[in-house]
């Protein structure tokens, strides 16, 4: 059984940073791409980051030079640095990786930024 599992959410003043951790588990072979994705309340579930087993990158707009997406040194591992974090950045943030036509989903860490 496939597992992905995040840490690192939780509560911070607009400005701060946070980082998110991403494992895998379980019979994830030949992954390509992993990533982050966030759904705010009655929003859909939208693209933050990703990297490929390359280390190509791509960001949505929104967080371009704020955020870092980052491969763990342990296999199907992935990180997101958050700075300059702002009160619209606020959802429940997923991992996400691809093997093939093969996704698997985190269960999701809420983020929640003050202003």
């Known amino acids: 059984q496939v597992q992905l599992v995040e840490s690192g959410g939780g509560l911070v003043q607009a400005g701060g940073s946070l980082r998110l951790s991403c494992a895998g588990s379980g019979s994830i072979f030949s992954i390509n791409v992993m990533g982050w994705y966030r759904q705010a309340p009655g929003k859909q579930r939208e693209l933050v980051a990703s990297?490929?087993?390359?280390?190509?990158?791509n960001y949505a707009d929104a967080v371009k030079g704020r955020f870092t997406i980052s491969r763990g040194n342990a296999e199907n591992t992935v990180y997101l640095q958050m700075n300059s974090l702002k009160p619209e950045d606020t959802a429940v943030y997923y991992c996400?990786?691809?093997?093939?036509?093969?996704?698997?989903w985190g269960q999701g860490t809420q983020v929640t930024v003050s202003s």
């Open positions: 990297i490929t087993s390359g280390g190509r990158t």
């Open positions: 996400n990786a691809w093997s093939g036509p093969v996704g698997y």
